[in-house]
């Protein structure tokens, strides 16, 4: 803190939705033997997606560092908010088993209340449908 000016936070989401958005390839420095890889995106790209460094031609370690950094942190925060919705909807899931569970036990002690009700209703029609046919 004591080398550093204009300190200011930073919004690692949308740091982590340009990190989503960057393109990135397999290559080789041109002077390099061509069995020899490196992986990520071009100094150009990057300093497209984040305006960070001296120029658009190279990718400061520090700046790439602090990127990866900042979408680690996004990452865990959407993790933590994920966690969360999860842990909320198996207490729901829980509840609502428990509830399940109960009606389930009260079916077949009130299965044969219903199906008497049921009876006395059809007798009740047949009755009545036997005076009315009584009346005429």
């Not at 990190?19 to 790209?45: C, E, F, K, T």
Request: include cysteine.
């Amino acid at each position: 803190r004591n080398l550093k000016d204009d300190i200011s936070p930073i919004d690692s989401t949308k740091i982590l939705k340009a990190i989503v958005s960057l393109p990135l390839s397999s290559w080789r420095y041109q002077n390099q033997d061509p069995s020899i890889r490196h992986i990520g995106p071009m100094a150009q790209d990057f300093y497209a997606a984040f305006s960070l460094g001296e120029n658009e031609k190279h990718i400061s370690t520090v700046d790439a560092d602090g990127v990866a950094l900042a979408g680690i942190q996004a990452l865990h925060q959407l993790n933590q908010n994920q966690e969360a919705v999860i842990t909320t909807q198996q207490s729901q899931i829980a509840a609502l088993e428990n509830r399940l569970a109960s009606l389930e036990t009260l079916r077949p002690k009130y299965l044969g209340l219903l199906i008497f009700c049921m009876i006395l209703i059809v007798l009740n029609m047949l009755v009545i449908a036997r005076f009315r046919g009584a009346e005429r």
